[in-house]
């Protein structure tokens, strides 16, 4: 069933776990994604990086991702991912979403505020609820990724903004981590007192250690986002298809092993997260 960010937050929040949200990028994504949430009865975001709201992706992904939500046998959110600007906003209310991530995180901290809280103001006309992010999380690549979020701006922030979630910096990054990250876990939980629990969310999910994710929820994070391999575990298996002579090009059939390595990829981290059994 489609449901809202709030509502399925709500169920993390109960449950003492995170929300997988899996980047989605074709049908075949979501097919994979989905077939894991109803086959763990967990809950689970399918989020659309902004860049396909822009380029024209979205119109024909949103529907994808839609039906699938409607007929699935647990709740999906459908997400807009870091939305720089109210263009990507509106284009992602008017295809359907169900959540919507603005970013405003490049901008000076007073500016992401201002920002974040019009969103959010905008979004609820909608009854869209918003993620926010404070503490600019970057891609693996760039510098200055070691600002990371303060616990008393976090929680001036929220209460400005009416944010129902919070994406913040505390050793993560975007990509195929370089060297094992280390997560400031006692920051989160920081943030999480200041903020007066409300859900955290941890974005570049992809390599962050088994044990480190565990202490990260521990701390209050309650959604996680994973892009980079969600996109390796399709890759990989399209990659190994080309390899097989004897593999029909048909791209409905030959598409069926990378659907099912994407599926057993959102198994692995559904169960890491908490979130199996939760619905
Ligand atoms: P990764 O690509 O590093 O998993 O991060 C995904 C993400 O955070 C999307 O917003």
Not at 10 to 22: S, T, V, Y
Not at 152 to 169: H, I, K, N, P, Y
Not at 172 to 185: F, M, S, T
């Amino acid at each position: 069933m489609l449901v809202s960010l709030s509502e399925i937050l709500e169920l993390a929040q109960r449950g003492r776990f995170a929300i997988p949200a899996f980047n989605v990028y074709n049908m075949e994504t979501v097919m994979g994604a989905v077939a894991a949430a109803e086959e763990a009865k967990a809950p689970v975001i399918l989020q659309v990086y902004a860049r396909l709201f822009k380029e024209g992706g979205g119109y024909y992904l949103s529907p994808v991702i839609l039906a699938a939500a409607r007929r699935a046998r647990v709740p999906v959110c459908f997400h807009l991912d870091h939305g720089p600007s109210m263009e990507e906003v509106e284009r992602a209310l008017r295809y359907g979403a169900t959540g919507i991530m603005f970013d405003g995180s490049l901008l000076p901290y007073e500016e992401n505020m201002k920002a974040t809280a019009y969103a959010a103001a905008l979004c609820r006309y909608a009854e869209v609820p918003v993620e926010g992010e404070l503490g600019h999380i970057g891609s693996v690549n760039d510098d200055g990724m070691d600002v990371f979020t303060d616990p008393a701006e976090a929680a001036w922030f929220a209460r400005q903004t009416g944010v129902s979630a919070l994406a913040v910096l505390v050793g993560n990054a975007h990509g195929r981590y370089k060297k094992e990250p280390r997560l400031d876990v006692g920051r989160i939980a920081a943030i999480s007192e200041a903020t007066g629990h409300l859900p955290l969310v941890l974005h570049g999910g992809s390599g962050i250690p088994d044990g480190q994710i565990r202490q990260a929820i521990d701390a209050g994070i309650r959604k996680i986002n994973f892009g980079t391999d969600v996109c390796y575990s399709f890759l990989d298996a399209v990659q190994e298809g080309f390899q097989d002579p004897k593999r029909s090009i048909a791209i409905d059939l030959f598409m069926k092993a990378p659907t099912e390595s994407v599926k057993a990829f959102c198994l692995k981290k559904i169960s890491l997260l908490g979130a199996n059994g939760a619905v």
